[in-house]
């Protein structure tokens, strides 16, 4: 069973920046990798992804400023976020995808906002 451990989130001034990190029990070679957040009363939305090929897909809301990666040597994907607004804060939480079927999350990261 895969396991994810994110790391990195904190409380950071408006517009300013956080590196987020999902490390791997084993290989996320064969899985698409996921960012999603989830805020207070609010549903979890997809913030990034990244596939095997490495092709990404990025929220609306979150282009131009995150930017995710992968490591399959390291067994971690990367979350870099620049430009942080108050509505980005949000627990974030990664995600392994095999197929069409969820893999694994992890239990997730804070990221605040605010100055």
């Known amino acids: 069973q895969l396991n994810l451990v994110e790391s990195g989130g904190g409380l950071v001034q408006p517009g300013g920046s956080l590196r987020l990190s999902c490390a791997a029990s084993?290989?996320?070679?064969?899985?698409?990798m996921g960012w999603y957040r989830q805020a207070p009363g609010k549903q979890r939305e997809l913030v990034a992804e990244i596939t095997t090929g490495r092709s990404t897909n990025y929220a609306d809301s979150v282009k131009g400023r995150f930017t995710i990666s992968r490591d399959n040597a390291k067994r971690t994907v990367y979350l870099q976020m620049n430009g942080l607004r108050p509505e980005d804060t949000a627990v974030y939480l990664c995600?392994?995808?095999?197929?069409?079927?969820?893999?694994?999350w992890g239990r997730g990261t804070q990221v605040t906002v605010s100055s």
């Open positions: 084993g290989s996320i070679s064969w899985f698409n």
């Open positions: 995600n392994a995808v095999l197929g069409l079927s969820s893999a694994a």
